[in-house]
């Protein structure tokens, strides 16, 4: 059965819009893994829009469960994860002028780049997961390359506005999770997933864990962090 982990950036979204020390994603982080969760991810801007620093070391010293830190594949972030030592590294491409992750790493653009943050990143005792497109060639360059897991995005389905497009957008996801599987890649799965869309994923059990954030943040803001966090747990326990 597939995991959850929780992504707590926008906790700190919310802090920062004051510029004040509260909301904490570390008091977040701590509810969402009393309330099932069994991952707790950040990410960690070049630009330190939400999650800070701070954030990230006592995370690392609080998680009881797995930290996953997203980045992007930079000397400054390689040289944090190294010293952080996150159980897990996803590498995910960014843009300043993003509002969130727009798509998936290009490994046949960035093959050489990544491949070298992955070397490093492993030397240092840190696995290496990869957010990609769901797309075959991005799925087997990333496993030539040596990453332990891809994360599939999954955007571009949870964004699909009609029926034939959210139908196209589920069967690349699907062949990418299979190939995946094939290649004896971890999978994970993340972006736009909510208490609706997630459910279309039953019955594809090679899919190892979901990375989960603004749904659950959402949610949490109107009804709390253990009730959020454990009814996303329900449907997924229902995959």
Do not use: W
């Not at 798509?103 to 653009?109: K, Q, R």
């Not at 034939?164 to 004896?184: C, G, H, M, P, Y």
């Amino acid at each position: 059965m597939a995991t959850l982990a929780v992504n707590v950036d926008h906790i700190a979204t919310l802090r920062q819009a004051r510029g004040v020390s509260y909301p904490d994603p570390v008091a977040a982080a701590a509810l969402a893994e009393l309330a099932g969760a069994e991952g707790i991810v950040v990410h960690l801007r070049e630009d330190r829009r939400h999650i800070q620093d701070r954030d990230v070391r006592i995370l690392r010293e609080t998680v009881q469960t797995k930290l996953i830190l997203e980045m992007a594949a930079t000397p400054e972030m390689i040289d944090i994860a190294v010293k952080i030592k996150p159980d897990l590294a996803t590498l995910v491409p960014e843009k300043r002028e993003e509002l969130t992750t727009e798509g998936g790493l290009d490994l046949l653009a960035n093959r050489d780049h990544v491949a070298n943050a992955v070397a490093t990143l492993k030397q240092g005792g840190i696995p290496t997961s990869i957010f990609i497109d769901p797309n075959p060639e991005q799925i087997e360059v990333a496993h030539k390359i040596d990453a332990a897991k891809v994360e599939i995005h999954t955007g571009t389905f949870c964004d699909a506005t009609t029926p034939e497009s959210r139908t196209q957008a589920f069967t690349a996801i699907v062949d990418a999770v299979k190939l995946a599987a094939n290649l004896k890649l971890g999978i994970n799965a993340g972006h736009g997933l909510c208490y609706t869309t997630i459910q279309a994923f039953r019955g594809l059990s090679e899919i190892d864990e979901f990375s989960i954030g603004h749904s659950i943040i959402s949610r949490a803001a109107l009804v709390g962090m253990d009730r959020a966090v454990r009814e996303m747990l329900a449907l997924v326990g229902k995959l």
